[in-house]
């Protein structure tokens, strides 16, 4: 029976396609795979990413969020300036009705500062957001490879070759 079960399970995660794939759903919001990349272990900082559909009739908007592995939580978002990329803290991250934001490297994501237990590859940690309309909505993030690239985030393909 054991073996039975194993199997089926083993074709579930097949059909999903990525096993590590996860979402978080309220009302109108659909929020796919949080993220983090992974930092070095003595990194007192981390970022997190994710996609949000807004499936709503009206906007929303994320005002901000927290976790317990960071003393500070912040919005942030990257400007280019003088040809250089600069990170800046956003009070907060528009979602349109019928819409969908990113957060991915090079433009919006959270950052976290002042890191009690610095995630490992593999790991995940728990992050609330706090969304205008939506209110808290708890989220895993789950730490990714350096080199990961969610699907959609194809705009950041230039950027990562220069890393190479
Ligand atoms: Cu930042």
Redo the contacts with the bound molecule.
Sequence with gaps: MKTIQTIILTAAMAISGFASAHEYKTDSLHIDHPWSKQVPPTSSVA?AFFSVMNHGDNDDVLLGASSPIAEKT?L?A?IHENGMMK?REVEQIEIPAHGTQMLKPGGY?I?FFGLNEVPKLGDSFPVTLNFKQAGMVEVDVKVEEATYMPEGGHSDKEMDHSHH
């Design positions: 970022a912040e942030h990257h990170m994501h950052m």
